[in-house]
T-cell receptor, first 115, second 113 residues
């Protein structure tokens, strides 16, 4: 059971380039999340999804877009990368329903540098 | 979602018990208290969750006083491998607002030999 898998693990972009980060979970979770983590800032929520075909903005959504075409996948896109988007990106998922207690399961992260 | 306050950093030595306290004065009736642990270069992972009194599992204990305005994560006999950042989160366990969590800066625990 892989849990939450993020690809790629590392990426270097030039300013203005675009890329997509992929998150895949095999736990049949309804909810999925994208966070970014910067030094001394903790994790900040970018976008989240409460189900296939639905997405919503989090705390820091500007410059990012997301899509949830399949229940198991949550994609994070950067249309025109900026140096301010240099960060570590984490994907997480959790199940719907009281038994899950809103416990989120995280991937290993994607380290992105924008030059 | 209730705001939490916890120490930025703590130091300890191997074999000691470590207690990390988190303040959450505005905790709501439906809120649970959840702690996550994050090792360097890894994503956070769930440690323990509680509503009131004491909860214990194989990793840690969580103490919550009657007024629930604070909580204490207790790590017994820490080892070097417990060096990590520990996050205290407060929020509902049912699906209000999409189950969003708010992570603060966490407490960076450094265990020395």
């Amino acid at each position: 059971n892989a849990g939450v898998t993020q690809t790629p693990k590392f990426r270097v972009l030039k300013t203005g380039q675009s890329m997509t980060l992929l998150c895949a979970q095999d736990m049949n979770h309804e909810y999925m999340y994208w966070y970014r983590q910067d030094p001394g800032m903790g994790l900040r929520l970018i976008h989240y999804s409460v189900g296939e075909g639905t997405t919503a903005k989090g705390e820091v959504p500007d410059g990012y877009n997301v899509s949830r075409l399949k229940k198991q996948n949550f994609l994070l896109g950067l249309e025109s990368a900026a140096p301010s988007q240099t960060s570590v990106y984490f994907c997480a998922s959790t199940a719907q329903g009281s038994t899950s207690k809103n416990i989120q399961y995280f991937g290993a992260g994607t380290r992105l540098s924008v030059l | 979602l209730a705001k939490t306050t916890q120490p930025i950093s703590m130091d300890s030595y191997e074999g000691q018990e470590v207690n990390i306290t988190c303040s959450h004065n505005n905790i709501a009736t439906n809120d649970y208290i959840t702690w996550y642990q994050q090792f360097p270069s890894q994503g956070p992972r769930f440690i323990i969750q509680g509503y009131k009194t004491k909860v214990t599992n194989e990793v840690a204990s969580l103490f919550i006083p009657a007024d629930r305005k604070s909580s204490t994560l207790s790590l017994p006999r820490v080892s070097l491998s417990d060096t990590a950042v520990y996050y205290c989160l407060v929020g509902p366990t049912f699906y209000n607002q999409g189950g969003k969590l708010i992570f603060g800066q966490g407490t960076e625990l450094s265990v020395k030999p």
